[in-house]
């Protein structure tokens, strides 16, 4: 069989990964997918940078989308980052001109995947992922692929390392007796380059809604919808949250959900208590996981690296590898044209367990007041945490709830806020029971 022949576009962390692995592996892809894969062109911003490996004989463009029209390219492989301008144009460019393409830009996909997926059909060709969601975990070809016999009823993940790794260093510190609190473990995480200097993307929730989009449309067969996804990031949470959880036999994780409902389906990125028992629970530092649960196969659970060249280029290479086997998937699992517009469920209808922090003044009847406030929105309590202070002084006081409504709980909280005895904005964490 002739040669596979790769353009790359973007030729940073990942891109310099892949043309190393390609380089690397060359005899034992061969092997695999019985022919050779050769890098052909390439394109980045500087082209004289010294990037400490050889592109070869590989035509260089300095206009990414003169590469998707090389004639001298079969796949492109898309690794410029960003949900618009220059990567929006070469994965458009690339599927017109015929070109299969692979990517690695969830924020691409989350915004446009839907249309790209219709453009590909429209023009014969595969869109290829999997680096887009977990990094070295195969989450994609696991439920496109080795599920596919299953429908699935929910996904939930661990999908920013970020957020994985502040939270484990604030959780270890108080196992040590010691208090770290989100500003001073963001500060070290950027020091040891696991967050970016501007780190809102990932710890504002945004990272990992932009995988949940992806893996809500390959999981329910409805077309990506980003803007349905409600996202909170982790900056609120404190080492007295960490405390209380680890006390309560939890531990907080920043967590992806997606989930069919009896009100349509949940999308939602925060910070959740899980059981400190339950598996998802047990993965830390930068690494990420993912839940899968399906009618037939019950529950399956991935984990592995979620980012980093290594990994991130190993799945671009496993995507490269399957089109040079003629593999033919669906971009989302099923025809574009059977994408099913599905409801998604409201914030404020979603029902479950609730932890609530409160600092209020150590009063008689302040109590009382709270579970008032909680009654009247039809919210019960299951347990309570509360250390003794002196009289008048401030106390922090921890509320676990039954399972309630969300917006029954909200409508309690801003209830709670007005009291003179509470002096600070109530804190609500999710409880999630997986």
Same mark, same amino acid.
């Given at each position: 069989?002739?040669?596979?022949?790769?353009?790359?576009?973007?030729?940073?962390?990942?891109?310099?990964?892949?043309?190393?692995?390609?380089?690397?592996?060359?005899?034992?892809?061969?092997?695999?997918?019985?022919?050779?894969?050769?890098?052909?062109?390439?394109?980045?911003?500087?082209?004289?940078?010294?990037?400490?490996?050889?592109?070869?004989?590989?035509?260089?463009?300095?206009?990414?989308?003169?590469?998707?029209?090389?004639?001298?390219?079969?796949?492109?492989?898309?690794?410029?980052?960003?949900?618009?301008?220059?990567?929006?144009?070469?994965?458009?460019?690339?599927?017109?001109? *015929?070109?299969?393409?692979? =990517?690695? &830009?969830?924020? +691409?996909?989350? /915004? $446009?995947? !839907?249309? @790209? #997926?219709?453009?590909?059909?429209?023009?014969?060709?595969?869109?290829?992922?999997?680096?887009?969601?977990?990094?070295?975990?195969?989450?994609?070809?696991?439920?496109?692929?080795?599920?596919?016999?299953?429908?699935?009823?929910?996904?939930? *993940?661990?999908?920013?390392? =970020?957020? &994985?790794?502040? +939270?484990?260093? /604030? $959780?270890? !510190?108080? @196992? #040590?007796?010691?208090?770290?609190?989100?500003?001073?473990?963001?500060?070290?995480?950027?020091?040891?380059?696991?967050?970016?200097?501007?780190?809102?993307?990932?710890?504002?929730?945004?990272?990992?809604?932009?995988?949940?989009?992806?893996?809500?449309?390959?999981?329910?067969?409805?077309?990506?919808?980003?803007?349905?996804? $409600?996202?909170?990031?982790?900056?609120?949470?404190?080492?007295?949250?960490?405390?209380?959880?680890?006390?309560?036999?939890?531990?907080?994780?920043?967590?992806?959900?997606?989930?069919?409902?009896?009100?349509?389906?949940?999308?939602?990125?925060?910070?959740?208590?899980?059981?400190?028992?339950?598996?998802?629970?047990?993965?830390?530092?930068?690494?990420?996981?993912?839940?899968?649960?399906?009618?037939?196969?019950?529950?399956?659970?991935?984990?592995?690296?979620?980012?980093?060249?290594?990994?991130?280029?190993?799945?671009?290479?496993?995507?490269?590898?399957?089109?040079?086997?003629?593999?033919?998937?669906?971009?989302?699992?099923?025809?574009?044209?059977?994408?099913?517009?599905?409801?998604?469920?409201?914030?404020?209808?979603?029902?479950?367990?609730?932890?609530?922090?409160?600092?209020?003044?150590?009063?008689?009847?302040?109590?009382?007041?709270?579970?008032?406030?909680?009654?009247?929105?039809?919210?019960?309590?299951?347990?309570?945490?509360?250390?003794?202070?002196?009289?008048?002084?401030?106390?922090?006081?921890?509320?676990?709830?039954?399972?309630?409504?969300?917006?029954?709980?909200?409508?309690?909280?801003?209830?709670?806020?007005?009291?003179?005895?509470?002096?600070?904005?109530?804190?609500?964490?999710?409880?999630?029971?997986?």
């Amino acid at each position: 069989m002739t040669a596979l022949r790769v353009g790359i576009a973007g030729l940073g962390t990942v891109g310099g990964g892949l043309v190393k692995l390609l380089t690397a592996q060359r005899g034992l892809l061969e092997d695999r997918c019985g022919r050779f894969i050769e890098v052909t062109a390439v394109s980045a911003r500087n082209r004289g940078a010294d990037r400490g490996f050889d592109i070869g004989d590989a035509t260089w463009h300095d206009d990414p989308v003169a590469l998707a029209r090389d004639a001298n390219v079969d796949v492109v492989c898309e690794l410029i980052g960003g949900s618009d301008g220059p990567a929006l144009a070469l994965c458009e460019a690339a599927i017109i001109a *015929g070109k299969h393409l692979v =990517t690695a &830009n969830k924020a +691409l996909l989350a /915004m $446009h995947g !839907a249309r @790209l #997926a219709v453009l590909a059909e429209e023009h014969g060709v595969e869109i290829r992922y999997e680096a887009a969601i977990a990094g070295g975990i195969p989450i994609v070809k696991a439920m496109r692929e080795g599920l596919a016999g299953n429908r699935f009823t929910g996904v939930f *993940g661990i999908l920013n390392g =970020t957020c &994985n790794y502040i +939270l484990t260093e /604030m $959780h270890d !510190a108080v @196992l #040590a007796g010691r208090t770290l609190e989100f500003e001073a473990v963001l500060a070290e995480a950027q020091e040891l380059g696991y967050a970016e200097a501007e780190p809102s993307t990932d710890i504002d929730g945004f990272d990992a809604a932009h995988k949940l989009a992806i893996l809500t449309s390959v999981a329910f067969g409805c077309p990506v919808n980003f803007e349905a996804i $409600h996202i909170e990031g982790i900056r609120h949470i404190s080492a007295v949250d960490i405390e209380y959880a680890i006390e309560l036999g939890y531990r907080v994780k920043l967590l992806a959900i997606a989930r069919e409902t009896a009100t349509g389906i949940e999308q939602r990125v925060h910070p959740c208590m899980v059981p400190a028992r339950a598996p998802i629970a047990r993965v830390d530092g930068v690494n990420n996981a993912i839940e899968v649960q399906a009618d037939f196969v019950g529950t399956t659970i991935y984990e592995g690296p979620g980012a980093g060249e290594g990994a991130t280029s190993s799945a671009v290479a496993g995507d490269i590898i399957d089109i040079a086997r003629g593999q033919r998937t669906p971009t989302f699992g099923v025809p574009a044209a059977k994408l099913e517009r599905r409801p998604f469920a409201p914030m404020d209808r979603m029902v479950g367990p609730y932890c609530i922090r409160l600092m209020l003044l150590d009063e008689p009847g302040v109590i009382a007041d709270i579970a008032a406030c909680l009654r009247d929105q039809k919210v019960s309590v299951e347990s309570m945490l509360q250390r003794a202070r002196n009289p008048g002084d401030a106390v922090p006081v921890v509320l676990t709830t039954h399972e309630a409504e969300e917006g029954a709980l909200r409508r309690a909280l801003e209830a709670v806020d007005q009291l003179d005895a509470v002096l600070e904005t109530p804190r609500m964490i999710r409880i999630e029971t997986i």
